[in-house]
């Protein structure tokens, strides 16, 4: 078992010294020798018994029970912002998301270049809108770690596909690329619930409902650009419209 902190005796002193002047106001300015020693053991015995924190202020990290995959990670001045602390799962999903993020911006950044030099500029400014969108929420990742002392670690983007055959392709894949990157979400917030994390499940909770909006937005348009063949011009009428949307984004 862990040996209690020694109580220092400059501090007893001064504890049993105060002692002494009570038991003489009780008496009336004779000691009472009893009461004196039982005051005394009460008082060492209660101060052996309370735990004191010889580390206030100082960088704490421990583990709730020793069986526990949640480490708690904070300064012991500031408040809490999880129950059990993050753990080593949360905290690599976390780092990782930032490069989903990017890897998202890069994808719409390539959609974006090849409608353009298609002329399909409407459709070219919304990946280019959304591109940007994708890179602010990687930095908001970063931001946010950065305040919760969270370690992000950069790792390598693949270079996104570019090999498309028609507006079809290109928006599959942006639809595919939004569900995967709400199953990334989803899985950062299990861990962040795991060890009732609340501060990084509110932190998300927002990327939630952006992830509905936008897995609902792109399968509407994939539905339009697929029925294209069967009304003419559909096509063109989506890319100005889109351009629009973009352009008072």
Not at 219 to 238: M, W
Request: net charge negative.
């Amino acid at each position: 078992s862990q040996s209690r902190p020694r109580i220092p005796l400059a501090f007893l002193s001064t504890n049993m010294m105060a002692l002494v002047t009570k038991a003489k106001s009780i008496s009336g300015g004779t000691m009472n020798i009893s009461i004196l020693l039982l005051s005394c053991i009460v008082s060492v015995s209660a101060f052996s018994l309370a735990p004191i924190n010889l580390n206030r202020g100082r960088a704490s990290i421990a583990s709730t029970s020793e069986d526990s995959s949640c480490l708690i990670v904070r300064r012991l001045s500031t408040t809490p912002f999880s129950v059990g602390g993050p753990s080593e799962e949360l905290l690599q999903l976390f780092s990782r998301q930032v490069t989903q993020e990017f890897s998202a911006s890069q994808l719409y950044l390539s959609a974006s270049i090849w409608f353009n030099r298609r002329e399909w500029e409407g459709m070219a400014a919304y990946m280019l809108a959304e591109s940007a969108e994708e890179r602010g929420h990687a930095l908001g990742f970063v931001d946010f770690a950065n305040k919760r002392n969270i370690p992000i670690q950069l790792e390598t983007i693949e270079a996104p596909d570019a090999q498309w055959e028609s507006p079809e392709e290109v928006w599959a894949d942006i639809l595919k690329l939004e569900e995967t990157n709400t199953a990334s979400l989803l899985k950062v917030a299990e861990a962040a619930n795991e060890c009732q994390d609340y501060a990084v499940l509110a932190f998300l909770n927002p990327f939630h409902m952006e992830q509905v909006d936008a897995e609902s937005k792109i399968s509407a348009i994939l539905a339009k650009v697929k029925d294209e063949n069967k009304t003419p011009g559909l096509l063109r009428q989506l890319d100005h419209e889109l351009g629009l949307e973009a352009g008072s984004a």
